[in-house]
């Protein structure tokens, strides 16, 4: 059989069960998504152990240390992994809602109901605890799911596949309902990208590189998620205090994720003062600064910033910093350099943050708060699937209802059009 074949079987046997997991109880759900998150604990042994040779070749290949980061998993994490299940199941079943209706004057009843997608395909990096996250959200919304992990973690997610999909069969959920798509290289994922009609949506989390290529090539329709280029801007009404605190904690929290700072930008007014001990704070921790002339004079060993250092999302304890004189300047920065990921402003001026939001593209601005905030748990929405940067049908972590759709019912009683 075909890598062709084998991909469009296994797209078949998604739409199978994706019938049977449309019509199942919140109850059905809930109860296999706890038996999900059990077998999970249970297996941690075998998960780690598959996770330690994904590690050993990323190694070997030289991954960067911030890949590593994302790739690796622990019993903390695989536990917040199960955690993050239950988490899903504790939450409402979007299926079902009523998003609204009416009653139409020659009394025909509307109602606009969500429903499931249907198939979705996740097509992901070297982040295993996308296969778990993907995995309980689906399900949850009545979705079946195709897995399509990249091949430097692939013992890792054959091992939380096996145990996911045996655990949620168990549990009542129909077969396949959790599918690995087979094949390591290019290949397959191409043929997961054309397989319209059989899978009926697309989500890709990953690099430019990768949501390129998968919103470019695929037949499939796409929900794009974006890179994290994410600002920190340092208004001249901030508190200095808590400027220092949101910017080591955007920056130096998990640098390797998405909602990670990657560029400080500081007013004039207040540069003098505040980039001495943010700058120092940050080198403190292992950061290596990216300066334009204003940033340098400050501070040691500071990197000349170029275009490419602005439009970078490092993963990595590097930053671009720069000075600019208002908020305008910030906000004519963010929107030539960001990539529409999440952008943060510390300021006491009510105008001045109003001005930042209403002057921004992004899917998320913090007033005073961490980038790192920009993430489907810490929004109360469970797990997340992804961080979606584009504007139709989702935008911003999502959660259960990004996930589904909508049908239109309408009860009648015996009316017909003239």
């Not at 994290?228 to 605190?245: I, P, W």
Request: aromatic share 2%; proline share 4%.
């Amino acid at each position: 059989m075909t890598t062709s074949d084998e991909v469009l079987e296994v797209a078949k046997r998604s739409r199978g069960a994706a019938i049977g997991l449309a019509k199942l109880t919140r109850a059905a759900k809930d109860r296999a998504l706890h038996a999900m998150a059990d077998a999970l604990i249970d297996a941690t042994g075998s998960v780690l152990e598959a996770n330690a040779d994904d590690l050993q070749r990323g190694r070997d290949t030289g991954m960067a240390s911030g890949m590593l980061d994302r790739l690796a998993l622990d019993e903390s994490r695989v536990a917040a992994m199960a955690d993050g299940l239950r988490q899903v199941a504790s939450l409402p079943d979007p299926v079902g809602e009523v998003i609204r209706g009416s009653t139409l004057p020659n009394g025909l009843q509307l109602k606009q109901v969500r429903v499931p997608l249907g198939v979705v395909g996740i097509i992901y990096e070297a982040r295993p605890n996308v296969t778990v996250d993907a995995a309980g959200l689906c399900i949850k919304s009545g979705n079946a799911v195709l897995l399509r992990g990249s091949s430097s973690a692939r013992s890792s997610n054959a091992a939380l596949v096996q145990v996911l999909a045996k655990a949620g069969t168990r549990a009542g959920l129909p077969d396949n309902a959790v599918q690995l798509v087979p094949g390591v290289d290019h290949e397959s994922t191409k043929h997961l990208m054309r397989a319209r009609g059989h899978v009926d949506v697309l989500i890709p989390r990953g690099g430019a590189g990768l949501i390129r290529s998968v919103v470019e090539e695929s037949t499939v329709p796409v929900i794009e998620t974006g890179v994290g280029n994410c600002h920190v801007y340092v208004d001249a009404d901030a508190d200095l205090d808590m400027a220092e605190a949101i910017a080591l904690n955007a920056k130096v929290q998990r640098p390797s994720v998405c909602n990670a700072a990657e560029t400080l930008l500081v007013h004039r007014a207040v540069a003098d003062v505040f980039l001495p001990r943010v700058l120092a704070a940050l080198q403190k921790e292992g950061v290596t600064i990216h300066g334009d002339a204003t940033a340098a004079a400050h501070a040691d060993d500071v990197v000349p910033v170029t275009d490419d250092d602005w439009a970078a999302e490092y993963n990595s304890l590097d930053l671009a910093v720069g000075v600019v004189d208002s908020v305008d300047d910030a906000i004519a920065h963010i929107r030539r350099w960001g990539s529409g990921h999440t952008e943060a402003i510390v300021t006491s001026s009510l105008p001045t943050s109003q001005a930042f939001i209403l002057g921004l593209d992004s899917a998320a601005v913090m007033v005073n708060a961490s980038t790192r905030f920009t993430d489907g748990e810490q929004f109360g929405f469970g797990a997340e699937i992804g961080i979606s940067t584009q504007k139709l049908h989702a935008r911003g972590p999502m959660g259960l209802p990004e996930l589904t759709s909508t049908t239109w019912v309408v009860h009648g009683d015996g009316q017909i059009r003239s």
